[in-house]
């Protein structure tokens, strides 16, 4: 008959098996071990191209990123940020773009989402209609809007007229051509801020809500006083992230404009004038350092928006 021998259980005193420093050191990093080559990849990703614009912004490269070239230190942005023809009308309209595309966006976008807030009939198909704008990208966006904008052609002259309105310039006007091709804008990205606005909505308690009904207050008191503070963290956020995406909006004002942003640069903003200097005069020592002004100006609002987010936390 086998016998099975069992080991007499470890007494209190027994001392344990010391775990050796490289071990505990593992054990308390390891969140940042897992994570460190995704991080590492992602880092060599944007060093290298930031470090190679950089470089290039100091010399006067030309033609070729590849043909000789000399260092010239600080000349290049002394020569971008004296030029009141180009660069800082471009700023400017990069600044009107923005401010003005996002302060629609943001507006529309909430009433759009309070209206979606609560259940109605039909509401998916008004959900889905919504965000089609979404579903197509921005060069074929803004080539759509190229043909409805046409001033011979296009659609909208021709609802015009059926109003007795004459024809209008659209994108071929030297005035007109930055705020249609930010009403484009607000008409494809709007649904956007809607997502972010309606899933905050749909977060709230409906708690203070009530409270606040049985107190009489109206809906507008509601809103101002009730939903709105509340919704601030949510709010940032949508404003932060279509923020800096309105700064870098490229392909819509290219597709609609093209080279230059229009024959008087009517919509060039940033990155058209340093897509042009790159591509059409192949100036990469005067466009690495736009690009490198343009990356500061997003680095700072981004710095501006999270300032503000922070405070509305508090």
């Given amino acids: 008959m086998a016998t099975t021998t069992t080991e007499p259980p470890r007494s209190a005193s027994t001392p ?13 990093h390891r969140k940042w071990l897992f994570a460190a080559p995704a991080m590492a990849f992602v880092a060599a990703l944007l060093i290298f191209p930031l470090g190679w614009t950089i470089f290039l912004s100091l010399t006067d490269a030309e033609g070729s990123v590849r043909a000789e ?37 943001v507006v529309l976008g909430m009433a759009i989402a309070l209206l979606l807030w609560r259940p109605f009939k039909g509401e998916r198909w008004v959900r889905v209609a919504i965000l089609l704008p979404l579903v197509a990208t921005p060069v074929a966006v803004g080539m759509m809007w190229r043909l409805i904008f046409d001033p011979n052609i296009g659609l909208a002259n021709q609802l015009l ?28 990205w709007t649904p956007m801020v809607v997502l972010i606005l309606l899933a905050g909505l749909t977060s709230l308690s409906e708690e203070p809500q009530e409270a606040a009904r049985i107190d009489g207050a109206s809906t507008w008191q509601r809103f101002r006083h009730v939903t709105l503070p509340l919704l601030t ?82």
Avoid: C
């Avoid at 002394?78 to 966006?105: K, Q, S």
């Avoid at 290219?254 to 059409?280: C, I, M, P, Q």
């Fill in 16 to 28: 344990t098996p010391a775990t050796p420093g490289w071990a505990r050191w593992v054990d308390d």
């Fill in 69 to 105: 070239s000399d260092f010239v230190g600080l000349r290049n942005y002394l020569d971008v940020l004296t030029d009141t023809e180009r660069f800082w009308p471009a700023v400017g309209r990069t600044a009107t773009f923005t401010i003005v595309a996002l302060l629609f966006e």
């Fill in 161 to 188: 007229g059926w109003f007795g309105i004459g024809p209008q310039p659209w994108l071929a006007g030297q005035h007109s051509a930055l705020p249609t091709t930010i009403l484009i804008d607000v008409w494809q």
């Fill in 233 to 314: 963290p949510t709010l940032t956020v949508a404003v932060l992230l279509r923020g800096i995406d309105a700064l870098k909006t490229f392909d819509i004002l290219y597709a609609t404009k093209g080279r230059g942003g229009g024959s008087f640069h009517e919509v060039e903003t940033l990155n058209v004038y340093a897509y042009g200097l790159s591509f059409d005069y192949n100036e990469y020592g005067v466009s690495s350092t736009v690009l490198i002004l343009f990356f500061l100006i997003i680095i700072g609002a981004m710095w501006a928006l999270t300032a503000r987010r922070k405070e509305a936390k508090r």
